[in-house]
T-cell receptor
Framework: KAGVTQTPRYLIKTRGQQVTLSCSPISGHRSVSWYQQTPGQGLQFLFEYFSETQRNKGNFPGRFSGRQFSNSRSEMNVSTLELGDSALYLCASSGIAGAYNEQFFGPGTRLTVL | SQQGEEDPQALSIQEGENATMNCSYKTSINNLQWYRQNSGRGLVHLILIRSNEREKHSGRLRVTLDTSKKSSSLLITASRAADTASYFC??????????????FGSGTQLTVLP
């Protein structure tokens, strides 16, 4: 099976812009979770989608949003970008909802906000 | 916020030696997982141990879990230069309803010298 894919791999934006990141899970997986990784805060959970429904959300402002399509592909959107949004954004897919099973991570999207 | 801490933050050993990393967490868990990350790339799942298990093996990896002390350890035997990476523990809380995301530790940077 093909692994989790994320596009784009690298992105440079300026403050105030918005950005959309995409994640395609492993075929047959219906759960997609998003994580933000920064040197200061480490790996932090953003949200999880399962069967097009957001099941769980981390402690991030409303500027961070997401959605999942019927084919399980997921997008994450960040509006009004701030310098502190510079991070590696990782998505992970799983065959079941929640974290009761292993998660398969994509290579990440490196976002730089100038 | 992060569920727990990993110890040590950095570990440097010679090829062929064993490497031990420790992880502590704060709440009751359903399972604890270990992941590896090479140089800012995606995470690779190594092993999952459930709360009712005490030890698990996978190849050169051995994981122990002590729920009374809320701690886990990862042992890599006969280390290789290719094992150089950051290692993270992640926990999935027990009985938390919809809040079943993975909460990651701060990671241990392992360097294996040839």
């Amino acid at each position: 099976k093909a692994g989790v894919t994320q596009t784009p791999r690298y992105l440079i934006k300026t403050r105030g812009q918005q950005v959309t990141l995409s994640c395609s899970p492993i075929s047959g997986h219906r759960s997609v979770s998003w994580y933000q990784q920064t040197p200061g805060q480490g790996l932090q959970f953003l949200f999880e989608y399962f069967s097009e429904t957001q099941r769980n959300k981390g402690n991030f402002p409303g500027r961070f949003s997401g959605r999942q399509f019927s084919n399980s592909r997921s997008e994450m959107n960040v509006s009004t970008l701030e310098l502190g949004d510079s991070a590696l954004y990782l998505c992970a897919s799983s065959g079941i909802a929640g974290a009761y099973n292993e998660q398969f991570f994509g290579p990440g999207t490196r976002l730089t906000v100038l | 916020s992060q569920q727990g801490e990993e110890d040590p933050q950095a570990l440097s050993i010679q090829e062929g030696e064993n490497a031990t990393m420790n992880c502590s967490y704060k709440t009751s868990i359903n399972n604890l997982q270990w992941y590896r990350q090479n140089s800012g790339r995606g995470l690779v799942h190594l092993i999952l141990i459930r709360s009712n298990e005490r030890e698990k093996h996978s190849g050169r990896l051995r994981v122990t879990l002590d729920t009374s002390k809320k701690s886990s350890s990862l042992l890599i035997t006969a280390s290789r230069a290719a094992d150089t990476a950051s290692y993270f523990c992640a926990t999935a809380r027990a009985n938390s309803g919809s809040a079943r995301q993975l909460t990651f530790g701060s990671g241990t940077q392992l360097t294996v010298l040839p």
